[in-house]
């Protein structure tokens, strides 16, 4: 089993940033990626980032150039530093990581946290 605990959503104003941290634990062998996704209120989860085990990146279009997803594989943590934030980055953000088997693949998601972007 694969633990994911997010930290670091809150309020913020339209225009500031915010980190968000994914700690991972357990089991966490084969995980050959991670990600943020976000789901708003009466809306699908999105993706937001996702980070590969090689360190390929890829974004939505809504967040590049806005936002940053990086891992540190000392502490098995995966970041998403997000700046210059919208009110329509408002929703709980999931952390989600990918464990590939032979022939599937699991994901295990965090908690979520939640961003609120308002003045």
């Known amino acids: 089993q694969v633990q994911l605990v997010e930290s670091g959503g809150g309020l913020v104003q339209p225009g500031g940033s915010l980190r968000l941290s994914c700690a991972a634990s357990?089991?966490?062998?084969?995980?050959?990626?991670m990600g943020w996704y976000r789901q708003a209120p009466g809306k699908q989860r999105e993706l937001v980032a996702t980070?590969?085990?090689?360190?390929?990146?890829n974004y939505a279009d809504s967040v590049k150039g806005r936002f940053t997803i990086s891992r540190d594989n000392t502490k098995n943590t995966v970041y998403l530093q997000m700046s210059s934030l919208k009110p329509e980055d408002t929703a709980v953000y999931y952390c989600?990581?990918?464990?590939?088997?032979?022939?599937?693949?699991?994901?295990?998601w965090g908690q979520g946290t939640q961003v609120t972007v308002s003045s």
């Open positions: 980070i590969t085990s090689g360190g390929r990146k």
């Open positions: 357990g089991s966490i062998f084969s995980i050959n990626a």
């Open positions: 989600n990581a990918r464990r590939g088997l032979i022939t599937s693949f699991v994901d295990y």
